[in-house]
């Protein structure tokens, strides 16, 4: 049986394969440590909506995946990012510009959060463990309160120190 797939620019069509892409099944997309401080790869699109990437031990320098331009279409639509290992670099997610916001409550460790809206990246520090993810949703093309990271996860004890709004 073919795959059936769904992206914005096709809609609904069939391509080789098994299963239903876009619609039930989740997208996993392993990250590639790019050994420097450079991008991991291309920004991310909004066919990848729903998405869960993966992100490994880094070995080099801040690592860093830039988040789509908001438009209408993109609102709603969301990523999530598990550190399948401990980094050793930061990983950071990056808006467009730097007029792009994220709002985020980053744990304190005791219980309470920090709250900041005035971010253009999110990351995942350098100590993040197995373990460490978020999820970052569009949910405005209003610039200054365009992003939202929520399921923030800890891989570490204390729960606190893994997660950053720079």
Known sequence: MPKVSYTAAKGLFQESGNGVNGLLRRQVIALTDAGGATAIRSAITEDESGALFLVPALTTGTQTLALPAPTASLVGCYYDFLAIDTL??????????SATKIITAEPDGDGTVTINAAADKFRLTASAAKGAGF?????STTAAICWHVS???SGLAAGTGEHVAA
């Not at 050793?88 to 510009?97: E, L, P, R, Y």
């Not at 999820?135 to 949910?139: A, D, L, P, S």
Request: net charge negative.
């Open 151 to 153: 399921n923030i996860t």
């Open 135 to 139: 999820r970052i949703t569009c949910i």
């Open 88 to 97: 050793g670099q930061i990983f950071s997610v990056d808006t467009d510009a």
